[in-house]
């Protein structure tokens, strides 16, 4: 079993540009989460889907679009990046949301 | 917003001596998680403790709860160089579908 996977680990986008950062697991999770997390700082919500089919915002979802594609995949947009985008993004599942959760390796995120 | 506050942010031992981090939250809660995150790396579960609990041991590991002063610790006993990350608390959040997550504190353990 892999796990969380996530790609890619490492982008660097224009201010304006816009990418899909992609997450699935196998693990056969209801619940799936999208996290930053900045230098010193613990992980913030960005969008989360309780289970396929919803998709509920987070503490930070401004600038972001979620989509659930199917119980094993979660992708994330960023439409138009902005530098203060630049970050370490975590994608995690789990079952059911409030138990464990099990997170992908993280893709690094750089806004110029 | 953040629901647990790590303390100390930073520790540094030597490598052999028990290593204690805490936890403080602010409103009441089912479950605290403890995560580990090596640097540059995802996080990684460590130990749940359910709010009827107040003690829970899993190997080196020894998380205690007490509700009452909303708060939790981590002790790692006999410290190794591979204990050296950043250690995170994780409390429930609204809805029961999101942990509220703790600033972190960064243990370092020296040879």
């Known amino acids: 079993n892999a796990g969380v996977t996530q790609t890619p680990k490492f982008q660097v986008l224009k201010t304006g540009q816009s990418m899909t950062l992609q997450c699935a697991q196998d693990?056969?999770?209801?619940?799936m989460y999208w996290y930053r997390q900045d230098p010193g700082m613990g992980l913030r919500l960005i969008y989360y889907?309780?289970?396929?089919?919803?998709?509920d915002k987070g503490e930070v979802p401004n600038g972001y679009n979620v989509s659930r594609l199917n119980k094993r995949e979660f992708s994330l947009r960023l439409e138009s990046a902005a530098p203060s985008q630049t970050s370490v993004y975590f994608c995690?599942?789990?079952?059911?949301?409030?138990?464990?959760?099990?997170f992908g390796p993280g893709t690094r995120l750089l806004v110029l | 917003s953040q629901q647990g506050e790590e303390d100390p942010q930073a520790l540094s031992i030597q490598e052999g001596e028990n290593a204690t981090m805490n936890c403080s939250y602010k409103?009441?809660?089912?479950?605290l998680q403890w995560y580990r995150q090596n640097s540059g790396r995802g996080l990684v579960h460590l130990i749940l403790?359910?709010?009827n609990e107040r003690e829970k041991h899993s190997g080196r590991l020894r998380v205690t709860l007490d509700t009452s002063k909303k708060s939790s610790s981590l002790l790692i006993t006999a410290s190794r160089a591979a204990d050296t990350a950043s250690y995170f608390c994780?409390?429930?959040?609204?809805?029961?579908?999101?942990?509220?997550w703790g600033a972190g504190t960064k243990l370092i353990i020296k040879p």
């Open positions: 409103t009441s809660i089912n479950n």
């Open positions: 995690a599942s789990s079952d059911p949301g409030w138990e464990t959760q099990y």
């Open positions: 403790i359910r709010s």
């Open positions: 693990m056969n999770h209801n619940s």
């Open positions: 994780a409390t429930d959040g609204p809805g029961n579908y999101q942990l509220i």
């Open positions: 889907s309780a289970s396929e089919g919803t998709t």
